[in-house]
Every structure is written in structure tokens, then in C-alpha cells.
């Protein structure tokens, strides 16, 4: 099917890329001219694996094409996915603007049916805007259909995420809607949930929160276990072992970060608040999140005594591994508290340094992990990339300063660090530390 997709970011350009691979023909449109001609050559603006090759691949098969005009996606597909973005305003309020010049663009070009599909994750309500804003300005008689179809992709595990997923959530008032929408996704192999375009709304919304609600609560009990003496470690296995909890999204560390949860939790707040319904419990997650970082900060302000004049190696900048994405990464709020503080930096990350630098051009850029680790009072790891679970523990202790370690992702290796005699703070667990 000839599919159009307005906004070549994160959700759009992977959402294109998979539908060529699935065998769909595909327009994707950006206002980005920069942008465009850089995709046009294959090149991905964003670390993404995997994406690199399948854009590469497609762009030569010309399953793949891109414009800078919204207007040509309007000719192009019969189904245009709206895949802008939708930032966040004050206390998680969405910034709708963007939807809406695309549903306004959208309806004075339309000349034939065309099914609108919103995937960007929006405000519950927000199909039903698009419809009306189409309907007051389209110009004659011409038929349309608004649905939902939010995505669940994760950063750094995209183009997986996005072939293979758990199920695809169409929001879809109309048998025609419906039945373009189970042609676009015929070649995936999964549920296809068909609901209300509100109700595909509310699961994505939902659904992020819900998973920020399970990690919320495992880091919350990482306090309980360090009061008790308990380790949070077994506590979520033993817990997770029951299938009605399971393990996934259940790790404790400095919180949890990126482009979605922290504004879908605010959002969701701010939605329910809005309709009426009281949302402590949502908002809790939020704060409890950002105390989280806080408590982290606080330790190591504690155990260090002074951090003026301290330098301090950070291992992990991107807020999640596999990505260079520092939205809402918990290093940058952790960086801008011990700058404060007057600490000297030595940063790595094995993606992430050119983003960051263009925040903090005054840090020292590491070229390897011992390299940032060199002569440092403490080490502090913010992501758990899989080189820093693997790294050479005996080879940091003989570079570092101090062989004290703060892991706020619990991925360093315990027993090697007790062998070496070294501190090690992690989350929820008792502290290692060397026989005084
Ligand atoms: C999240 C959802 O997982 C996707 O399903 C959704 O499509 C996406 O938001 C979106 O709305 O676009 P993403 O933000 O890319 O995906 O990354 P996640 O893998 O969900 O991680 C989010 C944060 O949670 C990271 O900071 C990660 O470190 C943290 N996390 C995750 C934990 O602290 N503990 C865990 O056990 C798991």
C-alpha cells in the first residue's frame, strides 16, 4: 500500500523504514530540509542500531521516498500516519501545535479519501480534534476517517521493537478504517487489538505510565532494602518469579529517563486532571522519580564529604544504553548538581559525548572508560552499557585516585570489585567495602 508519514523523527523515520521492509511504498515528510537531504543519503541523524542499514536498503529500493511537503503526503498515501512531535509545556500539558497544522494542511489538500492515523503519542481526545479540525477545513464533500495507532517502540531496540511486536493497538470507528489498517499491519506477526480511537489513546498513555509505575516501584524499594538491610536485587527476582508481576521493567536505579516516560506521566496527570478524575498516584510516580537522582546525589555527597575541587569520572551519559539520546537522561541532572558543587568531570560515553558536548563543552571527554577513570576521587555510573559491565575493574583501580565506586545502574560486578578491595555504593544493595 502507498503509506505517507508526516514527521522523520524517532517514531516517524522507523515507522517508514519498517513498513518498506514489510513491503508497503512509503513517503516520509519532514520540514527539516537538512535533515531530508541527509536520510536521502542514507545517514540517520540519531543513534538507532539497525537503522543505518535498513534506510540504506530501502532508500535503494525506492520503497522509500521523502519530501519536505506535507502537502505531497496528502497526494501520496491513502493512509497518513501523523508523527510529529508533541512537546511538553508546564506540568504536562502537550504542546499540540504541531498535530494540528498537519490535520489543517492535511484537510485543505484533501481531494480523495485518505484514513488520518495519529501514532504520535497524543493527548486522549486528540482523534477526535483532528477530525473536526479536518471536517471545518476541507474543502467539498470529501470523505475521511481519523484512528489511533500509537507505538511501542523503545529507543535503542527500535527496528526490533517495531517488526516484532506484542501487538499492534488500531483506534478505529469505521469498517473502512479498519480494514485498511489490518492491510497495513497483514505482514506482522501478532494481535491486532482493535478498539475506540480514544480507548488506543488511553493504552498508550497507560501503558507508559504503568511500566514508569513498576520502575517507580522498584526504586522505591530499593530504599526499603537499604534501610533493612534487605537487597533489592532478589527482592524484585523472587517478586518477578510470579507471573502476574514478571521481571521486566522492574530494575532499580537513578530513575528513569528519556523522551516518553516523564512527559507521558505528567501528561497522563495532566489529562486525568483535567476530565475531572484526581491523579495522585501518577503524579507520586513523578516525584518519587525525580527524588530518586536526589537520594543518589546525596550519597555521594555524603561519602565524598567536599565535592569543591573532587574529580569524579561519570560512566554513561544517554539516558538508557544504545542510544545518544540525553532527554531527561538522569547524568545531565546528576552533571548539572555536581558542577554546582564545584566537582572537576571526566565523562564517557560510548555514544553520547558529541550531544553532551554541545550542553558542556567545559567537561574532559574521555576516550575510554579507564581513560575518564584516571585519577579520579570516585567513579560514578549512570547507564548500564554493556562495556562498563564487562570493564576491567583491576585496570580501574590501578588508574583511579580513590578506588570508590558509585553505580547507580547496579552492572558492576561485586564480587570482582570485593576481590580488589574496592568501595562499591550500589542501589538498594549493601555497600561492598574493604575490611577497616
Ligand atoms: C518507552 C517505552 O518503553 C516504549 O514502549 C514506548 O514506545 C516509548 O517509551 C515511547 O513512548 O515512545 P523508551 O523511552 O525508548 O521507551 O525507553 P525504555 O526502554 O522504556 O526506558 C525508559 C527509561 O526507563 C530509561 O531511562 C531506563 O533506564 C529506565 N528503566 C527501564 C529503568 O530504570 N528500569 C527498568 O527496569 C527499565
Redesign the pocket.
Known amino acids: 500500500m502507498k503509506i505517507s508519514v508526516i514527521g522523520s523523527g524517532?517514531?516517524g523515520l522507523i515507522t517508514g523504514v519498517c513498513f518498506a521492509e514489510k513491503g508497503h511504498e512509503i513517503l516520509c515528510v519532514d520540514h527539516d530540509k537538512d535533515k531530508l537531504a541527509k536520510l536521502k543519503k542514507g545517514e540517520v541523524p540519531f543513534f538507532e542500531p539497525d537503522l543505518p542499514e535498513l534506510l540504506q536498503k530501502h532508500v535503494a529500493s525506492k520503497k522509500l521516498v521523502f519530501s519536505d511537503r506535507t502537502e505531497d503526503a496528502v497526494e501520496f498515501g491513502q493512509a497518513i500516519f501523523i508523527c510529529v512531535g508533541t512537546p511538553s509545556t508546564e506540568r504536562g500539558k502537550a504542546d499540540m501545535s504541531y498535530v494540528e497544522k498537519v490535520a489543517r494542511t492535511i484537510a485543505e489538500n484533501l481531494k480523495d479519501y485518505r484514513l488520518v492515523i495519529e501514532k504520535s503519542?497524543v493527548p486522549i481526545k486528540t482523534g477526535e480534534r483532528i477530525r473536526r479540525t479536518i471536517g471545518r477545513y476541507v474543502r467539498g464533500d470529501v470523505h475521511f476517517d481519523v484512528a489511533s495507532n500509537p507505538?511501542?517502540?523503545?529507543?535503542?531496540s527500535?527496528i526490533y521493537?517495531t517488526l516484532n511486536p506484542d501487538r499492534v493497538v488500531v483506534g478505529v470507528d469505521s469498517a473502512k478504517g479498519e480494514s485498511l489498517l489490518r492491510e497495513i499491519y497483514g505482514g506482522f506477526n501478532c494481535p491486532i487489538v482493535v478498539t475506540s480511537v480514544g480507548s488506543a489513546e488511553l493504552i498508550?498513555h497507560a501503558?507508559?505510565s504503568f511500566?514508569?509505575l513498576k520502575?517507580t516501584y522498584?526504586?522505591w524499594l530499593s530504599r526499603l532494602c537499604e534501610a533493612s538491610g534487605a537487597d533489592i536485587e532478589q527482592v524484585v527476582h523472587g517478586m518477578g518469579l510470579d507471573k502476574r508481576i514478571g521481571h521486566?521493567?522492574?530494575?532499580?536505579?537513578i530513575?528513569?529517563?528519556?523522551?516518553?516516560?516523564p512527559k507521558?506521566v505528567d501528561a497522563l496527570a495532566h489529562i486525568s486532571e483535567e476530565l475531572g478524575v484526581d491523579a495522585p498516584m501518577i503524579r507520586l510516580i513523578s516525584d518519587t522519580n525525580k527524588s530518586q537522582l536526589e537520594r543518589f546525589y546525596q550519597r555521594i555527597e555524603s561519602e565524598l564529604w567536599v565535592l569543591h575541587d573532587k574529580t569524579l569520572a561519570i560512566w554513561g551519559l544517554a539516558?538508557?544504553p544504545n542510544?545518544d539520546d540525553l532527554r531527561e537522561?538522569?547524568a545531565l541532572r546528576l552533571i548539572d548538581k555536581l558542577k554546582a558543587a564545584g566537582a572537576k568531570l571526566r565523562v564517557h560515553d560510548p555514544v553520547a559525548m558529541p550531544n553532551t558536548r554541545k550542553l558542556h563543552p567545559d567537561l574532559y571527554y574521555a576516550k575510554d572508560p579507564i581513560d575518564a577513570a584516571s585519577g579520579a576521587d570516585a567513579l560514578i555510573v549512570c547507564?548500564e552499557w554493556p562495556q562498563y559491565k564487562e570493564a576491567d575493574l583491576a585496570k580501574v583501580k590501578a588508574s583511579i585516585r580513590v578506588p570508590m565506586i558509585f553505580d547507580g545502574?547496579n552492572c558492576i560486578d561485586r564480587k570482582k570489585a570485593a576481590e580488589l578491595g574496592m568501595t562499591l555504593f550500589g542501589i538498594g544493595k549493601a555497600p561492598v567495602k574493604p575490611a577497616e
Open positions: 524517532h517514531v503519542t507505538e511501542f517502540l523503545r529507543e535503542g527500535a521493537d498508550k501503558s507508559n511500566l514508569a520502575i522498584a526504586n521486566h521493567f522492574f530494575g532499580a536505579g530513575g528513569y529517563g528519556g523522551s516518553c516516560f507521558d539516558f538508557k542510544t537522561a538522569p547507564t545502574r
